[in-house]
């Protein structure tokens, strides 16, 4: 599309540790995050994203800035869209026209991950099915 920023996801080493020093990700170029949701309260705090892939996975790493984190939630499938949190959008397999998996997580990676073509009308996913 043009005029919508390039961001090439760069291939890591390995699968195993995961990548988790912050040294391996500061080496990843970071996107700042400028599209916030459809709320329109004047609330924008400062997100980057880093992204990288292996041959199995692909692994995101957000870096979120605010004066005030709210973090209530603590296990899988749990509300978090109602504590600080952040989304990942991604759809693994267009040809199959089963929508986009939507990952939300808050600050303590508490997730809920759901699939399907829009916001209202995803499924979530079992933690059987992510492991």
């Not at 939630?73 to 929508?99: H, L």
């Not at 508490?110 to 995803?122: D, E, F, H, M």
Request: aromatic letters at 14%; a neutral charge; glycine letters at 4%.
């Amino acid at each position: 599309m043009e005029g919508l920023p390039e961001y090439r996801v760069i291939r890591a080493e390995s699968d195993f540790p995961v990548p988790g020093e912050p040294s391996f990700w500061r080496a990843i170029p970071a996107l700042k995050v400028s599209h916030y949701l459809w709320l329109d309260n004047g609330y924008r705090p400062y997100v980057e994203v880093r992204l990288c892939h292996s041959q199995q996975n692909l692994y995101v790493h957000y870096d979120v800035f605010e004066a005030k984190i709210r973090v209530r939630y603590t296990r899988f499938q749990d509300p978090v869209y109602k504590d600080s949190c952040v989304e990942f959008f991604v759809d693994p397999f267009p040809e199959k026209k089963v929508g986009y998996i939507n990952f939300e997580t808050n600050a303590l990676g508490t997730l809920l991950v759901a699939i399907g073509p829009s916001r209202n009308r995803r499924t979530p996913i079992p933690q059987a099915h992510l492991e």
